[in-house]
T-cell receptor
Framework: GNSVTQMEGPVTLSEEAFLTINCTYT??????LFWYVQYPGEGLQLLLK?????DKGSNKGFEATYRKETTSFHLEKGSVQVSDSAVYFC??????????FGKGTRLHILP | GAVVSQHPSRVICKSGTSVKIECRSL??????MFWYRQFPKQSLMLMAT?????????EQGVEKDKFLINHASLTLSTLTVTSAHPEDSSFYIC????????????FGPGTRLLVL
């Protein structure tokens, strides 16, 4: 069945460091892929998405590229800020509007 | 825009009682809402799909008589945990699919349930 695996956290970085959060998926076909972010005390928000192979989703300085050959959708940001501290979820569309989530990666950015 | 609220945000109840959690789309209509459950350091697990005016569709392993879902209008879905037990303690999150912009789900802030 469909599933998502992402790196376990927490990830702790200094401000302005480079960020990578790895995500790989298992799916039949080519589902849409997502990154959601959950800031403290708030609901999940869609950060970015990609709907087909080689698509690059981007938002707020974050990027992720849909890699069919490696079944990956790694999240990257060149220079993180304290305000990026949150939990990040990789996810895929499971059909019928359903979304299948990874376990989430907590990110701490130190000033 | 596209805000989803949940009420209550936190609830503590005694074992054997029932708890109702509301999920509302505040500024849009949602024909479909989803209910998720999240354990500490775990992923969101989809419990059921709630469609306005019809019966909810439950995922495998989720007891429909235990978790009653009612989607009475295009802006409100409720989840009732019946005869709650300590193992039902969890974080419950709902999401709503915009009736027009169906490609995006909007999530509520979650409800933390503690059953004593």
């Amino acid at each position: 069945g469909n599933s998502v695996t992402q790196m376990e956290g927490p990830v702790t970085l200094s401000e302005e460091a480079f960020l990578t959060i790895n995500c790989t998926y298992t799916a039949t076909g080519y589902p849409s892929l997502f990154w959601y972010v959950q800031y403290p005390g708030e609901g999940l928000q869609l950060l970015l998405k990609a709907t087909k192979a080689d698509d690059k989703g981007s938002n707020k300085g974050f990027e992720a590229t849909y890699r069919k050959e490696t079944t990956s959708f790694h999240l990257e940001k060149g220079s993180v800020q304290v305000s990026d501290s949150a939990v990040y979820f990789c996810a895929l569309e499971g059909g019928g509007d359903k979304i299948i989530f990874g376990k989430g990666t907590r990110l701490h950015i130190l000033p | 825009g596209a805000v989803v609220s949940q009420h209550p945000s936190r609830v503590i109840c005694k074992s054997g009682t029932s708890v109702k959690i509301e999920c509302r789309s505040l500024d849009f209509q949602a024909t479909t809402m989803f209910w998720y459950r999240q354990f500490p350091k775990q992923s969101l697990m989809l419990m059921a799909t709630s469609n306005e005016g019809s019966k909810a569709t439950y995922e495998q392993g989720v007891e429909k008589d235990k978790f009653l879902i009612n989607h009475a209008s295009l802006t409100l879905s409720t989840l009732t945990v019946t005869s709650a037990h300590p193992e039902d303690s969890s974080f419950y999150i709902c999401s709503a699919v915009h009736r027009v912009r169906r490609e995006t789900q909007y999530f509520g802030p979650g409800t933390r349930l503690l059953v004593l």
